[in-house]
């Protein structure tokens, strides 16, 4: 399954909304350096559907605050 993500890094509370089947917005509190804000979204979206961490993973966007992610 592919979803679109919208990450807001630096947010003070941890949360994922459902904008529709395949559109996430999600905040995180680790900021968008080395790529902390990267683990924090695949970390959340792991959680959030119930899978490893290893089934989750950013396709393009790695730089981006907009990001399609592959979920096996």
């Known amino acids: 399954m592919k979803i679109f993500v919208?990450?807001?890094?630096?947010?003070k509370e941890e949360?994922?909304?459902k904008l529709s089947e395949t559109n996430f917005e999600i905040?995180?509190?680790e900021p968008?350096?080395?790529g902390k804000?990267?683990?924090a979204v695949i970390k959340a979206l792991a959680?959030?559907?119930g899978v490893p961490l290893?089934?989750?993973n950013i396709i393009i966007g790695h730089t981006s605050r907009q990001k399609i992610v592959e979920i096996k």
């Open 32 to 34: 968008p350096s080395k």
């Open 54 to 56: 290893s089934s989750v």
């Open 27 to 29: 905040c995180v509190k």
């Open 6 to 11: 919208k990450v807001k890094p630096n947010s």
């Open 47 to 49: 959680n959030r559907f």
């Open 15 to 17: 949360s994922i909304k």
């Open 37 to 39: 804000a990267n683990v």
